[in-house]
């Protein structure tokens, strides 16, 4: 089993920066956790659809196009931590941001229940 909590969203003014963090937990992170599993982080704002802004995998990290200039993703293997470092936040950037992991090798999905992060003048 994996759990996976965020934390990090709050209510900021357009320009301002936040960090997410999505925590992972269970029996199934331990050792190399991180090896085993694709992280991503996704946004959902009611009446739109859900949109993928970042993942990361041992092998790679890639950032919506949307987003590229502005976010980046990292992970903190030791603290079994993935990061969303959001800068210049915009209005448009307002929505509940879930963290999501799937195992590389089964293609099974975990998701945390989300962060608010919302931007407003």
């Known amino acids: 089993q994996v759990q996976l909590v965020e934390s990090g969203g709050g209510l900021v003014q357009p320009g301002d920066s936040l960090r997410l963090s999505c925590v992972a937990s269970?029996?199934?992170?331990?050792?190399?956790?991180?090896?085993?599993?694709?992280i991503r982080w996704f946004r959902q704002t009611p009446g739109k659809q859900r949109e993928i802004v970042a993942s990361?995998?041992?092998?790679?990290?890639n950032v919506a196009d949307s987003v590229k200039d502005r976010f980046t993703i990292s992970k903190d293997n030791a603290k079994n931590t993935v990061y969303l470092q959001m800068n210049s936040l915009e209005p448009e950037d307002t929505s509940v941001y879930y963290c999501?992991?799937?195992?590389?090798?089964?293609?099974?999905?975990?998701w945390g229940r989300g962060t608010q992060v919302t931007v407003s003048s």
């Open positions: 999501n992991a799937q195992a590389l090798r089964t293609g099974t999905e975990y």
């Open positions: 269970g029996s199934a992170f331990t050792g190399s956790p991180f090896s085993n599993y694709r």
């Open positions: 990361i995998s041992t092998f790679s990290a």
